[in-house]
């Protein structure tokens, strides 16, 4: 099966600080990247995307970076907020499929 | 544009009985996905519709579970003899034109089997 984790399960910032969330993918044949923010009791929203044809992406206040050498995923939140604590997911689309794969989940707690 | 909607929001149910589940997707949205979550894991493909047909299904998806989307645009998800292992958040998600774009989703619907 399709293996999609993150570095870390939990991450706590100060606000007004920037937030680095880290995942990694396992296959090679995925080509196409989704970041979703999911709060507690609301279905997964979706942040930012990435194709494996960019290095990097910028929306918002959000910078999403891949890494296809290591397979690696990164999405970067400037200037954090209260309300951006959530559970964030990458997720992992593969040429072969239509389906998404996604990870655990890092669960991001900002400190007022 | 509403977004996704799913209902009911939440179900309980008793063990054994059947339970049915509705997706209305953006409309336009050709492409419908169901997902199943579970607390503290990321959600798990269950099904894909492109239109009205059925082009993929998970291994989770036993026989107890049919997924229909009889005219393109709305989806049900029914589950039969329900056990306690299929306590759970379905997500419904839908996305467009082009091929391989975002997928939008629902609030889900919570179920729990008593």
């Known amino acids: 099966g399709e293996s999609v984790g993150l570095h870390l399960p939990t991450l706590s910032v100060q606000e007004g600080d920037n937030s680095i969330i880290n995942c990694a993918y396992s296959?090679?044949?995925?080509?196409?990247f989704i970041w979703y923010k999911q709060e507690s009791g609301k279905g997964p929203q979706f942040i930012i995307d990435?194709?494996?044809?960019?290095d990097k992406r910028q929306g918002q206040r959000v910078t999403v970076l891949l890494n296809k050498t290591v397979k690696h995923l990164s999405l970067q939140i400037a200037a954090t907020q209260p309300g951006d604590s959530a559970v964030y997911f990458c997720?992992?689309?593969?040429?072969?499929?239509?389906?998404?794969?996604f990870g655990t989940g890092t669960s991001l707690t900002v400190i007022p | 544009d509403t977004g996704v909607s799913q209902n009911p929001r939440h179900k309980i149910t008793k063990r054994g009985q059947n339970v049915t589940f509705r997706c209305d997707p953006i409309?336009?949205?050709?492409?419908l996905y169901w997902y199943r979550q579970t607390l503290g894991q990321g959600p798990e493909f269950l099904t894909y519709?492109?239109?009205?047909?059925?082009?993929?299904k998970s291994r989770l998806l036993s026989d107890r579970f049919s997924a229909e989307r009889p005219k393109g645009s709305f989806s049900t998800l029914e589950i039969q003899r329900t056990e306690q292992g299929d306590s759970a958040m379905y997500l419904c998600a839908s996305s467009g034109a082009p091929f391989r774009t975002e997928a939008f989703f629902g609030q889900g619907t919570r179920l729990t089997v008593v």
């Open positions: 997720a992992e689309n593969p040429n072969t499929g239509n389906q998404f794969y």
């Open positions: 990435i194709r494996s044809n960019m």
């Open positions: 296959n090679s044949a995925s080509d196409y």
């Open positions: 409309s336009e949205h050709n492409r």
């Open positions: 519709f492109q239109n009205e047909a059925q082009l993929e």
